[in-house]
């Protein structure tokens, strides 16, 4: 049997700041890198293999954020492009929107 703990956070308000940088920061990230996919795509056929570090440098916002939540942007849409080709009734990879999630944390 599993048992599943639920926590409720209540975060300072530098927190919240940081969270929604971090947030703001992973979804931009992720849009940024499907888009030059797609457009990679477009041009060769072939699949771009681009990581978070190479967008830091045109972008200094990305800095301020943790690392390892970028890391994890990359891992999440590299794994909906495999799911994609894998099977195409999974349907392609969407663009990110700010008011159109269903993220626990919002509910802050």
């Known amino acids: 049997m599993n048992i599943a703990y639920r926590f409720r956070i209540y975060p300072t ?13 992973c979804r931009f990230l992720y849009n940024q890198m499907l888009n030059d996919k797609i457009q990679e795509y477009k041009k060769t056929k072939k699949m771009l293999k681009n990581t978070p570090a190479m967008y830091k440098k045109e972008y200094p ?11 994890n942007v990359q891992l999440h849409l590299e794994k909906a492009y495999k799911n994609f080709f894998r099977d195409p009734k999974v349907g392609f990879p969407r663009f ?13």
């Not at 916002?61 to 890391?71: G, R």
């Not at 990110?96 to 919002?106: E, F, M, R």
């Open 13 to 25: 308000e530098e927190q919240k700041i940081l969270l929604g940088k971090t947030f703001g920061c």
């Open 61 to 71: 916002f990305l800095k301020e954020v943790d690392s390892l939540a970028l890391a």
């Open 96 to 108: 990110k929107s700010k008011h159109h999630s269903k993220t626990a944390i919002q509910r802050m």
